[in-house]
């Protein structure tokens, strides 16, 4: 049983071999064959036409204004103004730094979640179905749309404290 099983496996792998024929064998260490010639680039160079981008996106040019340089002098300046007007700065700090940490925590956490094998795939899914909900509640129709822009200015004066 041992003796067929081991011929079994000695045909299996003399079929997974590759064959070159004796012309082709040299002194080399692989068992592929070689590969064909390189193809000339002269002929590639006819066929590409280089055109320079400003020609392609024509509504990508910008052009330089006189003088776009920024002071660091003066943005130190206005920054350190700014730091000594405000009143409360261990708040401030306090704020800043959880800020930080929130967002290392949470980068932490997409990571977690992106690494379960299924989980991505389906807040995918749960995202194209709210983005689904959002279009048909608040843009597909225009009383929805005016609805949607009197929500948006209650919130903005909400939050700029004049209502």
Wanted: proline share 6%.
């Amino acid at each position: 049983m041992a003796a067929a099983a081991a011929s079994a496996s000695m045909s299996a792998t003399a079929v997974l071999i590759p064959r070159v024929p004796a012309a082709v064998r040299t002194t080399r260490c692989s068992a592929l064959p070689p590969l064909p010639p390189r193809v000339s680039t002269t002929s590639f160079s006819s066929s590409v036409k280089l055109t320079p981008e400003s020609r392609r996106f024509p509504f990508l040019q910008t052009k330089a204004t006189e003088d776009t340089s920024v002071d660091t002098g003066e943005l130190f300046d206005d920054l350190k103004e700014k730091w000594d007007k405000v009143e409360n700065k261990t708040t401030v700090l306090l704020y800043g730094g959880g800020a930080i940490v929130a967002g290392w925590l949470s980068s932490i956490l997409v990571g977690a979640i992106n690494s379960v094998p299924l989980l991505p795939k389906i807040m995918e899914l749960v995202g194209l179905g709210y983005s689904g909900w959002f279009v048909y509640r608040y843009l597909l129709f225009k009383s929805s749309r005016k609805e949607l822009a009197t929500d948006i200015e209650a919130l903005k004066k909400k939050i700029a404290g004049t209502e």
